[in-house]
């Protein structure tokens, strides 16, 4: 199992980007798909994660800003980001598990990652 992960890029505070997770190899059916991002000199950190069911969680600092989904097809995940701010600068990284877990927060749950985007907002 492969992800590409894409749509990193600069925006400016208040703008909006759009990430995707592309998942070759198998369709993320069964399991949780993530995003974990990493800012410099920080430890990463989850940001947003949607299973099996359809549900979704966030991290208290995106909530309300994010959104993550996936296709019907269930082979792209995709990180909507609004009303992004400086502190959102990191590197994303897509990951996913199968089967699902609850411990969707725990990066150490995820056995596949993809290569990381870089997300630089300007104030």
């Known amino acids: 199992v492969q992800l590409q992960a894409s749509g990193g890029g600069l925006a400016q505070a208040g703008g909006s980007l759009r990430l995707s997770c592309v998942a070759s190899g198998r369709t993320f059916s069964g399991g949780t798909a993530a995003w974990f991002r990493q800012a410099p000199k920080k430890e990463r950190e989850f940001v947003a994660a949607i299973r099996e069911n359809g549900a979704t969680y966030y991290a208290g600092s995106v909530k309300g800003r994010f959104t993550i989904s996936r296709d019907r097809a269930r082979t792209t995940v995709t990180l909507q980001m609004n009303n992004l701010k400086p502190e959102d600068t990191a590197v994303y990284y897509c990951?996913?598990?199968?089967?699902?877990?609850?411990?969707?927060?725990?990066?150490?749950?995820?056995?596949?990652w993809g290569q990381g985007t870089l997300v630089t907002v300007s104030s």
């Open positions: 990951a996913a598990r199968w089967p699902h877990t609850v411990l969707y927060y725990n990066a150490n749950e995820y056995g596949h």
